[in-house]
């Protein structure tokens, strides 16, 4: 199982960014694939999910309306939209998987600052 994350930078207050999480070594639509993030000097926080064959869809009260998570199934790829980014969403942002063994991708890192 690997999983790599890309599409992180910096962003200005207002902007958007689209990461993306580039998976291999299983089946993707079998299991739970999320978004956790970790603001500097924080703890983590769980911002989405897309669950199983269904897609189940979920949010973080802190980004609903702003993110959209979403997968390609033939691509093994999972992404998350960003729009209208606040500096509170700055951090290192993970995919990792569940339901199942818990597998972690290395992180990308987003700064929001102007």
């Known amino acids: 199982v690997q999983m790599v994350e890309s599409g992180g930078d910096l962003v200005q207050p207002g902007g958007s960014l689209r990461l993306s999480c580039a998976a291999s070594g299983f089946a993707f639509s079998s299991y739970c694939m999320n978004w956790v993030r970790q603001a500097p000097g924080k703890g983590l926080e769980w911002v989405s999910h897309i669950c199983g064959g269904r897609a189940e869809i979920v949010y973080a009260e802190s980004v609903k309306g702003r993110f959209t998570i979403s997968r390609d199934i033939g691509k093994n790829t999972l992404y998350l939209q960003m729009n209208n980014l606040k500096p509170e969403d700055a951090g290192l942002y993970y995919c990792?998987?569940?339901?199942?063994?818990?597998?972690w991708g290395q992180g990308t890192q987003v700064t929001v600052s102007s």
């Open positions: 990792v998987r569940t339901a199942g063994d818990i597998y």
